[in-house]
């Protein structure tokens, strides 16, 4: 069992920057971790994953060169670090751990436990 909490939500205005980070309580090593997002209305859309063994990145490419995950892997912590914010990134940001694959993916059903969510409010 993984359990996750997010923190680094708020408010920001567009070119701004935020930091989510997930703490997660559990075995993670062989599995991905990932920031997945929904806006009022829409699905969740995967935003990056880290494969926690080999460090390895994805990126969608609406976040890719403006976003960045890493994890620490002495704290279980992944972070993202978001740069050059648009009002469009605007939603609610989960954390989520797969079951333990392969390689790095953001395929959804790959992942199976999810955290509580943080609000990233982006404002033009």
């Known amino acids: 069992q993984v359990q996750l909490a997010e923190s680094g939500g708020g408010s920001v205005q567009a070119g701004g920057s935020l930091r989510l980070s997930c703490t997660a309580s559990?075995?993670?090593?062989?599995?991905?971790l990932a920031w997945f997002r929904q806006a009022p209305g829409m699905q969740r859309e995967g935003v990056a994953a880290?494969?926690?063994?080999?460090?390895?990145?994805y990126y969608d490419e609406s976040v890719e060169g403006r976003f960045t995950i890493s994890q620490d892997n002495g704290k279980n912590t992944v972070y993202l670090q978001m740069n050059s914010l648009k009002p469009e990134d605007t939603a609610m940001y989960f954390c989520?751990?797969?079951?333990?694959?392969?390689?790095?993916?953001?395929?959804?059903?790959?992942?199976?436990?999810w955290g509580q969510g943080t609000q990233v409010t982006v404002s033009s």
């Open positions: 559990g075995y993670t090593y062989g599995s991905n």
């Open positions: 989520a751990a797969s079951k333990q694959v392969a390689g790095v993916t953001l395929w959804e059903p790959e992942y199976r436990y």
């Open positions: 880290i494969f926690t063994e080999s460090g390895a990145t």
